[in-house]
């Protein structure tokens, strides 16, 4: 009915364009307008001045032969000052748009290798966007934001690129688990040499202590019995030791059969290979 009398309303976030007899006349604001059809005046159109998006995929090659697909995220919309500009100078402007997004990203990719596309995605995208604004600025169009929102390699690549970071990890951990087994096996030395000093003090205080308790007995006794020299005492105390030393075998379940010569000159040769044994290492140690 309005536009029966001649009356059009234009929506919020858009203008339409108005032609007398087909030549551009008017841009109409949002709202309600007068349109005298019977005096040649048309609506010729509408435009959008809501920002819009259009997602390009672009297939390439990298400085070192791996070829990706780069996807380019654009967002624009119309000038409002320059209506007519946008309206008639462009037929297609997402075709026009990705023209020069392909050119831009074929022309900046190949200058680096797949690493440093990933690295400098950031630069790829402003440099898109200023090719963009320089160019569509002319048909009425302005660039509000460039995002380089994925760049995917071949399937193999990317699998390659997964295997050699795997390769890589494991190495890693091999090394640090052969450095905590040579920490081990170095504390597990440390601790046996710490025990075996130990065990080898004990030892040399033990014996030590036999030798002080011998010399005690052998003092004690060759005073209290007069007549008797230090060699008598050393002969009675070897006897008693030899008699224990019989007792414990004979006491012992688990004791291995041992042959040894037995009676008083059997005694007397102990003693005397004893004796012997230790004047020599006394005179060696001279």
């Given at each position: 009915m309005g536009q029966t009398l001649g009356c059009i309303q234009v929506g919020q976030s858009t203008v339409s364009v108005k032609e007398h007899f087909g030549k551009f006349n008017n841009v109409l604001e949002p709202g309600c307008h007068c349109l005298p059809w019977c005096m040649g005046y048309q609506l010729a159109g509408s435009l959008s001045l809501r920002v819009q998006q259009i997602d390009v995929r672009c297939e390439t090659k990298t400085k070192d032969n791996v070829f990706v697909t780069v996807v380019a995220s654009i967002q624009y919309r119309a000038m409002a000052d320059k209506v007519a500009d946008a309206f008639y100078?462009?037929?297609?402007?997402?075709?026009?748009?990705?023209?020069?997004?392909?050119?831009?990203?074929?022309?900046?990719?190949?200058?680096?290798?797949?690493?440093?596309?990933?690295?400098?995605?950031?630069?790829?995208?402003?440099?898109?966007?200023?090719?963009?604004?320089?160019?569509?600025?002319?048909?009425?169009?302005?660039?509000?934001?460039?995002?380089?929102?994925?760049?995917?390699?071949?399937?193999?690549?990317?699998?390659?690129?997964?295997?050699?970071?795997?390769?890589?990890?494991?190495?890693?951990?091999?090394?640090?688990?052969?450095?905590?087994?040579?920490?081990?096996?170095?504390?597990?030395?440390?601790?046996?040499?710490?025990?075996k000093y130990l065990s080898g003090l004990g030892i040399a205080r033990q014996r030590q202590a036999i030798v002080d308790g011998l010399r005690?007995?052998?003092?004690?006794?060759?005073?209290?019995?007069?007549?008797?020299?230090?060699?008598?005492?050393?002969?009675?105390?070897?006897?008693?030791?030899?008699?224990d030393t019989m007792k414990e075998i004979g006491a012992s379940s688990k004791s291995s059969a041992v042959f040894i010569p037995h009676g008083p000159g059997a005694v007397k040769d102990v003693a005397t290979q004893i004796r012997e044994g230790l004047l020599l290492a006394e005179s060696v140690g001279q």
């Open positions: 100078k462009l037929s297609n402007t997402k075709e026009q748009i990705q023209a020069y997004v392909f050119d831009v990203i074929r022309a900046s990719v190949p200058r680096l290798d797949l690493d440093s596309t990933f690295e400098q995605k950031n630069d790829i995208a402003k440099a898109v966007e200023n090719e963009l604004e320089k160019a569509m600025s002319a048909y009425g169009f302005e660039i509000v934001q460039t995002l380089i929102v994925d760049i995917e390699p071949d399937a193999q690549v990317k699998r390659a690129m997964n295997e050699i970071n795997a390769a890589a990890r494991l190495r890693v951990a091999a090394n640090e688990k052969a450095e905590a087994e040579k920490i081990l096996q170095i504390k597990k030395a440390e601790g046996e040499a710490e025990s005690d007995s052998v003092l004690a006794f060759s005073e209290n019995v007069p007549g008797t020299t230090a060699k008598d005492v050393m002969d009675m105390v070897l006897v008693t030791q030899y008699f």
